[in-house]
Nanobody
Framework: QVQLVESGGGSVQAGGSLRLSCAAS????????MGWFRQAPGKEREGVARIYIGSGSTDYADSVKGRFTISMDNVKNTLYLQMNGLKPEDTAMYSCAARGPVSVCPPTMWPPYFGYWGQGTQVTVSS
């Protein structure tokens, strides 16, 4: 049974940092596309960052480039999202997602593409 469990959310002031974790189990993610999504109240789910585990190739939404870093610890089978320089507009429920095995990540982060999802962790940034 595949499970993705997020942690690390919380409340911070603008300019602060958080590191989200997504512990994966029940699956070998070595050739998976994994990503972080977020959804704010009243808004559509937005792809934030993705990584192809096989090569380590990453991509980011323009809104977070230079501030967020996605990474994977293959030993711990844990996906991370390091978020620096947080802004109030980053406030949302953040979820990790995975799909595999695949040969590459898709060019866009289309939520229905990802078959496995975590329950989400809330990030709140105050000004």
């Amino acid at each position: 049974q595949v499970q993705l469990v997020e942690s690390g959310g919380g409340s911070v002031q603008a300019g602060g940092s958080l590191r989200l974790s997504c512990a994966a189990s029940g699956y070998t993610f070595s050739r998976s596309c994994m990503g972080w999504f977020r959804q704010a109240p009243g808004k559509e789910r937005e792809g934030v960052a993705r990584i192809y585990i096989g090569s380590g190739s990453t991509d980011y939404a323009d809104s977070v480039k230079g501030r967020f870093t996605i990474s994977m610890d293959n030993v711990k089978n844990t996906l991370y999202l390091q978020m620096n320089g947080l802004k109030p507009e980053d406030t949302a429920m953040y979820s990790c997602a995975a799909r595999g095995p695949v040969s590459v990540c898709p060019p866009t982060m289309w939520p229905p593409y990802f078959g496995y999802w975590g329950q989400g962790t809330q990030v709140t940034v105050s000004s």
